[in-house]
């Protein structure tokens, strides 16, 4: 039916004298047929034309209206539109039917959902995407930080409209400049509004509050965890790091002003920035990098937060992060991580010589400008663990190792002018580490040895910089050998200059 009026609905393929219209004719059964084959926005222009269409919908269409609540919103029952519209925390009675539902969170959010269509729903694609982040996550407690609608703390139209304006008010100038926050990213904060956290992570074994929902990393003890702002901590953070990109990344006062902080690490380190005109999204600040791919769609980065919230929830479902061994401040527990471990990653290696693995990943940490130079620090992460007693079973006698002692490394860095710098030196961050092979029962002192630095890239030549190698171990260990010593290669991993998508 498309855009059709009531009016036009009541005497389409009607007499010209404005009689009853073709729809009247049919029988009951004929309409709920000609119902069915209707979208939600079609459905209620025939509601408001026909009661009797309003009848027949109400009472037999529940199963298609809640198709209309699942496509449309993403909502997958009565209970959740529920506590998403508010009734149960305002002591309204429970929405009972499906179409009731619809009707509820169409004016809830509807203006997130133009036109009724599934493909066009923003507030459909920031609930499935949270929904995705929330059962994913690893941590409870990260979960339970998260000002989520489904808990009655998801943001109001009102506390978006709020923001607006006091995003507005350019303390530099003493001025206000407009600001119109996109779509998608209103839609986000409808679903999500920030997380609730301590200045910084606790330090305790007990204590996990302090994660943030985008998950970290740690280098040379310094945690680095990336959290979701509310929209008061989004106006509260984005006056200084609007001035930080004046005079950091030398950005035009007007321009800096079009740009608010979505997320950050603890103490600002890695911010999160979208640029309000484009809706496009990057990270760091002295020289600001794109954390989204560029989209291929019409509308363009309009919608690239909440691609990049999408993308965070397919890498949480998908295993491509997940909870690793953190070196560092927090250590010994276990930390979600944004270091990738999937093999489609160019930041990712996982190589295996003899029963000995080596993984190796990379992220971007920060950039930074020397000289009119642009400057990328990465931040890497080496595993080094043995293959269980089961896996080693199918391996060569010779290949199978029950302890091994890590001896040297010897990195191979590829520089953006072609040349490569080799570093080789004993002992990983002056350490030893002796590893044992897992027992077929799963006891024994098991544990991977996890490593982490970090390293630095320019981006002036032809060449992507990239980093490879390989670590002498000694079978046994060094002061009791019972065995020959080998190389453990380390695959191969690149630092590219745009490398996707950045959590």
């Known amino acids: 039916l498309g855009p059709m009026t009531a009016e036009a609905l009541r005497t389409a393929a009607g007499p010209s004298d404005g009689g009853p219209c073709a729809f009247a004719m049919l029988s009951d059964d004929e309409l709920r047929l000609v119902l069915q084959l209707l979208d939600a926005g079609s459905i209620s222009a025939l509601e408001r034309a026909d009661r009797r269409s309003w009848l027949i919908s109400s009472e037999s269409l529940d199963r298609h209206w809640a198709a209309q609540v699942r496509e449309v919103f993403g909502v997958l029952s009565l209970d959740e539109a529920s ?65 989520l609608a489904w808990e009655g703390r998801g943001a109001s139209e009102a506390d978006l409209n709020d923001l607006e304006k006091s995003l507005e008010m350019d303390e530099r100038e003493r001025s206000s400049r407009p600001i119109r926050l996109p779509e998608a990213l209103r839609a986000v904060l409808r679903v999500c509004n920030g997380q609730t956290l301590p200045i910084a992570p606790p330090h305790t074994a007990t204590d996990d509050l302090g994660y943030g929902c985008m998950g970290g990393y740690c280098v040379y003890s310094t945690f680095i965890n990336t959290r979701l702002l509310s929209c008061e901590q989004i106006a509260h953070f984005s006056g200084p790091v609007r001035t930080a990109l004046v005079r950091m990344a030398d950005m035009d006062p007007a321009d800096a002003h079009q740009h608010v902080m979505v997320a950050s690490s603890f103490a600002l380190r890695r911010p999160f920035l979208v640029h309000v005109p484009s809706g496009r999204l990057s990270v760091c600040i002295s020289h600001p990098v794109s954390a989204v791919p560029p989209s291929a769609n019409a509308d363009g980065d309009t919608d690239a937060t909440l691609r990049w919230f999408e993308e965070f929830g397919r890498r949480l479902r998908d295993k491509f992060f997940g909870p690793d061994p953190c070196v560092g401040a927090l250590d010994p527990l276990p930390h979600f991580q944004v270091l990738p471990r999937c093999v489609t990653s160019r930041q990712y290696s996982d190589v295996v010589t003899r029963s000995l693995r080596v993984t190796f990943s990379a992220s971007l940490t920060d950039t930074s400008n020397s000289t009119g130079v642009c400057v990328y620090d990465w931040s890497y992460s080496v595993q080094f663990s043995l293959l269980s007693e089961a896996e080693q079973a199918e391996l060569h006698p010779k290949d199978r190792l029950t302890v091994v002692q890590l001896k040297s490394r010897h990195w191979r860095i590829g520089q953006d002018d072609g040349s490569v710098e080799s570093i080789d030196g004993p002992a990983v961050i002056g350490e030893y580490p002796i590893l044992r092979r897992p027992n077929s029962d799963g006891t024994g002192d098991t544990k991977p040895f996890v490593y982490q630095s970090r390293t630095r890239c320019t981006y002036a030549g032809p060449h992507v910089p990239s980093m490879r190698g390989y670590f002498r171990f000694v079978c046994g260990t060094i002061e009791h050998p019972v065995g020959d010593e080998f190389n453990a290669e380390c695959g191969e991993v690149f630092f590219d200059r745009e490398p996707g998508f950045i959590f």
């Open 83 to 147: 506590t998403l519209v508010g009734h149960q925390a305002d002591g309204q009675r429970k929405l009972s039917t499906h179409r009731e539902a619809y009707g509820a969170l169409f004016a809830w959010a509807g203006r997130y959902a133009p036109n009724h269509r599934p493909e066009a729903s923003l507030i459909g694609r920031a609930i499935r995407a949270v929904r995705m982040i929330r059962d994913n996550l690893p941590l409870r407690a990260v979960v339970a930080t998260m000002n």
